[in-house]
Structure formats: structure tokens, C-alpha cells
């Protein structure tokens, strides 16, 4: 360990994972300890960095060796379980987002972290965007806010899609329709139903032999996913796909459309990501740095992004914060 | 006392203490319990509410009776006397914006801000600008920050054009420059100068028999405040000038243009403003609930929008703003 680096650990070694290694490589505050993998060690190597590679059974000798532990699997499927077991033991961040569960999530992971700290649901949505839509209400009550995200890959719709039997590979772009922000932009107030929203633009390749109508049929009547949005469906071939629609871009926007009295107030914030995966890590890695701070001088227990001071997530000390960004 | 209401207090009472008083008369969990003013309370009626005026003077009797207290004074005539003055008796919310005086203003009132929390520099810039530059930079470590300021009227500089001989009224508007916004949204990261980012544009009312051409002069080459801008200077008659020129309107942007590695990353946060005092009193009424919640847990001293947790700023509770907005 190299004297008075933040040593950050990184459970699952996904797209988010590599976003939160490139992340910690590029800090000059933080180190990367350890990789942990459900996998065969021997058989990842890491592709940022020449961290080492562990199995997720041995995390527990780790304990004292790691500051934060950066949790990257995916809500659905590990976070419910992994974010007691290591929040027991670490100090954690993670961007848990399946936002109905997010209450009872936190409670499960506030009640083992007596002594340590673990930021739920970082990233940007929840996280950033859950600080605008705060602090937006906050500051202009009489309003209202409405979020837009896109055009980005939404990685659960893609998912859905590739379940359907003929599809060998499929990607859904969420895409926030013009008009719905414009509306939302002026002092209207308009309420905006799903479908006013958003557009879900499908490309998809077949296997050989596949029923195209029928595979578009599908999507557009899938409940939840599609069928209640205007869905638009591209078959494509392979080469294409590759070339064209295997970068991560996103992005998406919130507004708050306010008034004090008779003077329209309106606040706007909106990321364009190249690479969502990496800025989700990025973000992930300024609240490891929180999570370590923050249970540096006793603040333990399951914190959210409204809990957490700004000065805990920079690089620069309070007083150069002061002097240069304030 | 209505039971449980944070009852806010007013220091000053031009167009930012009016926007406060709105504020407080507007929320839920406030009451205004009084103006102080420097002139005679007698002379002075509330615009939003039946407030109680009282004179500076006896501000000390009110300990007890406050729970914050907005100090709307001006940074460059009032604050560096008032700030300190009162954050030893009081809860204290300010804007003060004097950039380069905030540290060693910070400083003095921290020292008597022994059993009292001070929330200093609240507002949009420095405020909720510097909150976005902060967190901005801490999640995009690669990258560049730009500030635009307007479309909008800084108070200064209509200030400095009402000190020529002749002129009998003037408001200025700070005017970003939209290729220069466009140049900060790319990726090209370039350096712009203070010319290449605002104009200026001036709307003067003269006395009668004045030398215009001699005051667009004088205007045009003031240092520090003009000479440094392309700089336009519109001569209108005294209606036009009420008719057009009697609103405040502000507002500007934040954008940090960034990468991780090979992929942009952009974040872009903006305010269009149709009353800049109102919106900044409402920031400020946000922050008074702050200063009382901090207070009242014991963290007493001198604070920056970077110290705060943002739920310390909503009406609501953690659990609602979690349930809610996370």
C-alpha cells in the first residue's frame, strides 16, 4: 500500500466493475486492491489495471486490508444478498436501482453496518439525479420536476428482448421525445404520461430462419416493457450490430419547472454519456471515497445520496473546495 | 408560535429580503417572525406578509424567539459586519458573494459561530453553482468546468454606469456568448477569456442636455467592468426604461466537459431565472431550514453548501425524499 492511498476493492467484474476500476486507476487519492470474482480467478485478467484477482469467498481475509468495497453486481440478482453480507464487513458502495426495493434495501444494509459505512444506490439514476429532483424541490416548492432519459441503451429492455425465441442479439435505446421536453420546459406544468415521454427504438438480429413479424409482434406487445410506449423495431445483421451498436452511450436530463408567485423559476441538469457503465463507475468511486471518509471519523450506518456532504466526494480538501469552487 | 414551525427571521429588507419573506410565507414548516431594518420601522410595510418590523437595533431581544436568521444585506457594505454580529446570537443564512473575501469572511464568523450554525454563501453563485462545479468535478476528475452567467442584470454593473455624470438610470445585462457555450459543450475543452464568454449590454436613461457620446465612452473603457467586454450602450428614455427594464431576470450555466479515457462525458446544469431575488431568497429560505436542523443536532459553526447534506433541505423527511425522489 502506497502511504495514505484510499484502498478500494471491486465485487464483480462487469461493465460497471471496469467503469469503477478505469475510475480508481485515474484517482491519485485511491489504489485498487483486489478484484472479486464469482468466476475462476485464474481465468480474468483485469483490463484497466494489474489488480489482483480473487475469489469472492476470500473477501473476508480482506477485512483491514481494503478501505471501501465497491459492489457491482447487478440489483436484481446479487445486491439483495451481497450488500448485507459485505456492508457487515466493509465499508461499501454500490448503485442498487430497483427503486420500489431501494427502502427495504437500505434498512437491510443500515442493520449490519454498525461499524462501518455503505452508500446505496450511487450512480446517476438514483444518485445524481435524485440530488437535483431533492434539491430542485428544496429550493423552488411550488413546481414540477420530470425526468427524461436517453437516448441510451436501457440494458433490461435489450435483455427482454433477447429472450425472445429466434433472437440471437437485440439492443433498446430509450429515447426521450422532443416535444415532451419542450412541454416540460415551459411553465405548463403538463402532466406527461410514459408513452409522451419516451420512444423505445429496438435493433435486433435474428437467428437464421426467424419469424421477423412475428419477433416485432412480440416486443411491441410485451406488457411493461414495450407495450405501453411507441417501440420501433430494426433487424439488423451481425456486422452491423457490432460495428454500429456496441458502444454504451446514455444520458437524460431532469427538470423542475417552478414558480415564486407570478415570476417562472426553471432548473435544468443533463449528463451526455459517452460510456454510461464508466461514468456510473466514476460515480461509484467518488462515494467509496465518501463511504471512507465519512467512517473515518464514526458516521457508520447506510447513508443515500441525500445524506452525504459534497466535500466528502472531492479529491481537494474543504479549503481548496472553498477557495476554488465556491 | 404556531407549534412546530421554524420561525425565520429577516435582516435587510431590499429585493433579496423580499424574495426570503416570500419564501417563508410560502412553505409549509416556516413563519416569518420578523423584519429588521436600519430605517424606521414605522416607515417600512411588508409586501408578502403582516411580518412584524422592528428596528437592528433590538434584533438581540429576539434570541430565543428566531430560529434562523436570513442576513440580506449587501456582501460589500453590510455582510462583513452583519454576518459575523449576528452568527454570534443566531442561526444565520447568507448570500455573501464577494468571491475573494468568502475564506477569511468564513473564518469570522466560524469563530463566534460557537453555538450557532451560519450557512454562509447560499444562493446560486456562489450556491447551487458551486455545488454542481464541485460534484462535477469530483465525479469527472478529467475534465473542465465552465460558468455562464445570464442572460441577466448584474446589480454591480448598473451600479458602476449610475456613477457617470449624466446619467440618470442604467441596468446591464451580463449576455453569455452561445458559440462560446457551444465551444464548451464539445469535447474540444478550450480556453476561453473573459471576452470570449459574456458581452454586455447597457440600457442608460440620461439627464437632460448630457454628452451620450462622452457616456458611452466613459462606459466602454471602465476598467475591470467594462473594458474587458465587447460592450454594447443603448441610450432609451425614462418610460421604456420602467416599461422594459423594471424586471430581474438572471440565470446561467454550468457545464463540465469531461472523459473517462477514450469516452466524453458531459454534464450541463442550468437556471432561467424570471426574478433572480426570488429565486435566491427561496435558496436562502431552503438553507435557514439547514441551519435550524444542524443547530438543532449540536453541529454548530460556520457552513458552505459543501457541508451539508441535502436533505437537511427539504421540507420533507429522509424517508419521504427516499421513497420519493431517490
Not at 122 to 151: C, H, K, N, Q
Request: hydrophobic share 40%; proline share 4%.
Amino acid at each position: 500500500m502506497s502511504q495514505g492511498l484510499i484502498r478500494v476493492g471491486i465485487v464483480g467484474y462487469g461493465n460497471i466493475g471496469k467503469g469503477v476500476e478505469k475510475a480508481v486507476v485515474a484517482a491519485r487519492d485511491m489504489e485498487l486492491s483486489a478484484i472479486f470474482t464469482r468466476r475462476d480467478p485464474a481465468l480474468l485478467k483485469p483490463k484497466h489495471s494489474e489488480a489482483q484477482i480473487l475469489s469472492i469467498r476470500e473477501a473476508e481475509k480482506m477485512v483491514g486490508k481494503i478501505d471501501a468495497l465497491a459492489l457491482c453486481g447487478s440489483s436484481a440478482a446479487d445486491l439483495m444478498t451481497q450488500g448485507p453480507q459485505f456492508a457487515a464487513l466493509f465499508n461499501t458502495v454500490d448503485c442498487f436501482d430497483t427503486h420500489a426495493k431501494i427502502p427495504g434495501y437500505l434498512a437491510a444494509v443500515d442493520a449490519v453496518a454498525k461499524n462501518t459505512t455503505a452508500i446505496v444506490s450511487s450512480g446517476w439514476d438514483p444518485g445524481l439525479f435524485s440530488m437535483i429532483r431533492a434539491f430542485s424541490e428544496a429550493v423552488l416548492p411550488d413546481g414540477a420536476s420530470y425526468t427524461f432519459w436517453g437516448r441510451g441503451v436501457s440494458q433490461g429492455h435489450s435483455d427482454a428482448i433477447r429472450q425472445i425465441e429466434g433472437v440471437r442479439d437485440a439492443v433498446q435505446y430509450t429515447v426521450p421525445i422532443e416535444s415532451a421536453i419542450e412541454a416540460a420546459r415551459s411553465s405548463e406544468r403538463p402532466e406527461l404520461g410514459a408513452r409522451q415521454r419516451h420512444l423505445r427504438e429496438c435493433y435486433v438480429v435474428t437467428n437464421p430462419g426467424a419469424d421477423t413479424e412475428e419477433i416485432e409482434s412480440k416486443i411491441k406487445s410485451m406488457p411493461d416493457y414495450f407495450a405501453d410506449y411507441d417501440t420501433s423495431v430494426t433487424f439488423i445483421d451481425h456486422d452491423e450490430f457490432v460495428a454500429k451498436h456496441s458502444k454504451m452511450p446514455h444520458g437524460g436530463m431532469v427538470l423542475r419547472s417552478g414558480a415564486t408567485g407570478e415570476n417562472s423559476q426553471a432548473i435544468e441538469f443533463s449528463l451526455r454519456l459517452g460510456s454510461n457503465p464508466e461514468f456510473t463507475g466514476s460515480v461509484m468511486a467518488a462515494y467509496a471515497r465518501a463511504a471512507f471518509r465519512m467512517a473515518s471519523e464514526g458516521n457508520f450506518g447506510a447513508k443515500t445520496v441525500f445524506d452525504i456532504p459534497l466535500a466528502y466526494l472531492s479529491e481537494k480538501d474543504r479549503g481548496a473546495l472553498i477557495k476554488e469552487l465556491l
